[in-house]
């Protein structure tokens, strides 16, 4: 039976579209292949040279594998062809960031304001930028209705979830804001954050009995990917993803044995969730 990604391969070749170069590129990425990613991206940008997403596309290849000076380049070009790319401003947010140029940083994020001025947990990255810098925010001055998302469900921690979790020498890690960048991503319905025996850590954006469910679930499913995996000499289960007609369920999971899944709408990218997911993890402590 022949695979979407041949199948779409075939379109490309004989009705190319910005929109099946896009969808090509994040097929060859869920199959681990970046390599074809990153060329079917590049015949992308050559044919069709204002479609922002597939640079967008590169950028995020390019910051998994750490090169995070080309990162830059390709998603300055996204943001430059299209002004409302939400994913290309929050990478150069989290970009800038990271470097310490938080004016520019703040550009960027600002500028998602101007096409999402109800995005709250853009707004609380503001806030915490400014404050930081002592730069008055402007930006959300502008916007007062904007408030921290809500639906945030916390589990006080197990002896086992806590041992998992390292507090950074900056401070007490906030649980449930380290999933509001993530959460916030367009068609995600919800994250929450397991320990090995499938108990909560914290959730967001779900009811308490679907967060237990959520949690159970992706426990299962890891700890069943590892089992498998052994007959093949390893067990090391990095990511995975189950997809359905109503939606798909994604999971991420670190060194110290806490799982991250994901409850997404149909179509939702995993690529940038995955960056999404990993930096979840770093601000909640995880090693």
């Not at 967001?204 to 299962?220: R, S, Y």
């Not at 899944?261 to 990218?269: C, D, F, K, N, Q």
Request: hydrophobic letters at 40%; a positive charge.
């Amino acid at each position: 039976m022949e695979s979407e990604f041949e199948r779409l391969r075939k379109k490309v070749e004989n009705y190319p579209s910005a929109s099946a170069y896009n969808r090509l590129a994040e097929l060859a990425r869920l199959n681990g292949d970046s390599a074809e990613a990153e060329r079917i991206c590049q015949r992308c940008t050559k044919e069709f040279p204002r479609n922002g997403q597939a640079f967008v596309i590169l950028g995020e290849i390019a910051m998994v594998a750490g090169r995070k000076d080309e990162a830059l380049t390709h998603l300055s070009a996204a943001v430059e062809r299209d002004a409302r790319s939400y994913s290309g401003h929050r990478l150069l947010a989290d970009l800038y960031s990271e470097r310490g140029q938080t004016p520019k940083a703040l550009h960027h994020l600002r500028q998602i304001l101007h096409f999402k001025p109800n995005d709250a947990p853009v707004a609380q990255k503001i806030e915490q930028l400014t404050k930081s810098t002592g730069v008055a925010n402007e930006a959300t001055k502008a916007n007062p209705i904007l408030q921290p998302p809500t639906g945030s469900v916390e589990r006080t921690l197990t002896p086992r979830s806590l041992a998992a979790l390292s507090v950074k020498a900056t401070g007490p890690v906030d649980r449930s804001a380290a999933l509001a960048g993530l959460c916030a991503e367009h068609g995600v319905k919800g994250a929450v954050v397991s320990d090995l025996q499938g108990r909560v850590v914290v959730a967001q954006g779900l009811p308490d009995n679907k967060a237990e469910l959520l949690a159970a679930f992706a426990t299962e499913i890891t700890s069943s990917s590892a089992n498998a995996l052994k007959t093949l000499g390893s067990d090391n289960v990095g990511s995975w993803i189950v997809e359905a007609e109503l939606g798909s369920v994604l999971a991420f999971k670190r060194e110290a044995q806490l799982t991250l899944a994901v409850l997404a709408a149909p179509g939702v990218r995993a690529a940038l969730l995955e960056l999404r997911a990993r930096q979840a993890l770093i601000d909640l402590g995880v090693a």
